[in-house]
């Protein structure tokens, strides 16, 4: 008789999204005349740009022709797109990656979930709290992580790093030294980032203790600040010490598209195994490539077109944050993030929970956020706006929140 | 001091296609006034069909548009496709199969590879051998296996059936139990099926021992002969004991446009659990659905002109198998497949090994095929070639094989 790996089944059952969903849909039919707007979920609006558009329509005439047919994509990507983010994500920034140490995937999700398989069973691993579910859920699943308690909402073998007001969501270093660190920077959900200093201090502690930086820079497009960094390699020493994980959802508008890459620098080494090899035959095993057109597709982010047509639509994204900082702060509220990152992260009215406040904000607003408490137990408290609804629905969905009774203090 | 997952450095370091590509690389510097002939890896060669571009294109149309953009897609897949597959493929059939029980993916290869994280760490699993290598591979990263026998060529925890021509390629019920079993109908390496009633045998044994049949039927649409089942869930019993494996490779070219389902029936339950919540809580987690365009690509695999347009890229590979099996039939070679199956599987002149044999087809004919040990040990002895060349190669591979020394006995 066959067994289920049943750390599956250690996983809360109600995923946050889900119970979101659930609230909006039984709120729409007790509320048919209202509009609702949601500034929820991290999906992007945007249509996709002409330059990408082009391309994509240039790549599938490719394989309708027998010259020009493409099968089995090369298993790490093809060439062409691994040199071109070689060129244009790391040369120009300093840092020493070589197209060889790109790995092409379908999105940063699959591989910052996927690669917790290269390490020991054993491994401890250290978050950030609040936090992106997947890095603790893809943990959960290989059992990594200890009994879960509902009373803390924290599981028993995980080393949670607070990242509130009153640390300035700076994590600090742990005093159990971690195996794995998964760092979010930009951070979802809080919208927070770490300058050059703040990040050498976890290369320097990582290098020390032999741990291994996951870090995920899906947002890096959203950078507006100089003393940010954009890839953990622009710190020295990141190279022995750090894996990077990035995506074109964000920065193109790809979620629906599919394409990110990870970065493992040949030199990071552990137990005298290049973590490079393991990762290129998890990749040769349990995958077949992207698509050659979305890979294609993916040259276009980097034409001057292209650049230019996305730089337009971060911009768009950006100007919509900006909205919805400047309007809460101006209606008196705590609010953070949204200058280096598309996430607004906003202190609820005391006395509230993350929960109380989006069942308030639904019904006086008719606007759908995301409760910190989803994030993990830090989150409690605060709660998650996105800029990447239409610039129209998050103007009026911030004058309708300056009119909210339970937001006015 | 974060360690590494172990189990990765028990495989086997040479791969299989690697140690082919070197050989071949060789052969072509030395010679390189020859023209080589690839009848090796199983990749197509016909571009995709005029239908599936076009609907390729309007898709691609539509992401660059703001009202039809698409953005993450659903976990599972897009309905549209979801229920295109259950009543194409598996209403007509006689399967009690629906839509739900149906999740798209980005391939059979990332599925067949991913599939075992949803079982026990110390399921037993049982091959057939030879066989397509993920199967084994993916269970010796999860440390399921036990260990390698360089002489022998088998794990020591790994229930091997042989399916050989002295046994006509079935194979039989294992002396132990196993847990998980893998099975590939119509066979790669081998091109061999199973007939309805052959079948039936193991969905009993399954349903008797609380064994889970992993199905993978990728090469379905090669199937000509009446008793061979298109899907495991033709048989009686399949529904409480089997997860099925399909792909767009092979029946629509889609290697390089990737694209692929699994099915897991909700009453397939072990432990009290249903596999298809697992698998959806892994999907969920660890994957971020299947492109927007490449799903609606799918969709035009069943229209009717895609249908007759297939069709014909299936009879032009099928001719090619075909030229191949009548070709080494007639210079007095044992082969089989080749009916039900693009692949033809030939048993190598006597006192030669598999990969012996392939060095001599480089060397007297300038053709490359693929040992059959390199999928098993009882692939000793036997040699793999593939319809998915053109026919106008196919056919000069199989002249100059029929005037090889070594052949002609």
Known sequence: MVKINENYLKLPGSYLFSTIAKKVSAYIEANPDKKVIRLGIGDVTQPIAPAIIEELHGAVDEMGEAGTFHGYAPDLGYGFLRELIASEDYIPRGCEITADEIF???????????????????????????????????NVMAGRTGEYDETTGKWSNVIYMPCTAENHFIPELPEETPDLIYLCV????????????????????????????????????????????????????????????????????????????????????????????????????????????????GTAVYSKEGKAQLKEQVAYYMRNAKVIYDGLKEAGCEVYGGVNAPYIWLRVPEGMTSWDFFDRLLEEASVVGTPGSGFGPSGE?????????????????????????????
């Open 104 to 138: 092409v995937s379908d999105g940063a999700k699959s591989d910052c979930g996927n690669i917790q398989e290269i390490f020991d069973q054993n491994c401890k691993i250290a978050v950030c709290d609040p936090v992106y579910p997947v890095y603790v859920d893809s």
């Open 186 to 297: 930009p951070n979802n959900p809080t919208g927070t980032t770490l300058t050059r200093d703040q990040l050498k201090v976890w290369v320097d502690y990582a290098n020390e203790t032999g741990a291994v930086i996951l870090y995920d820079a899906a947002y890096e497009s959203y950078i507006a600040q100089d003393d940010v960094p954009h890839s953990i390699y622009e710190i020295e020493g990141a190279n022995t010490c750090a894996i990077e994980f990035r995506s074109f959802s964000k920065n193109a508008g790809f979620t629906g598209v599919r394409l990110g890459f990870t970065v493992i620098p040949k030199s990071l080494v552990r137990g005298g195994v290049m973590l490079h090899s393991l990762w290129a035959r998890r990749h040769g095993t349990k995958f077949n490539g992207a698509p050659y057109i979305i890979q294609k597709a």
């Open 381 to 409: 408290g605060y709660f998650r706006l996105t800029a990447f609804g239409t610039y129209e629905n998050t103007v009026e969905a911030i004058e309708r929140m300056k009119k909210m009774p339970s937001l006015i203090k």
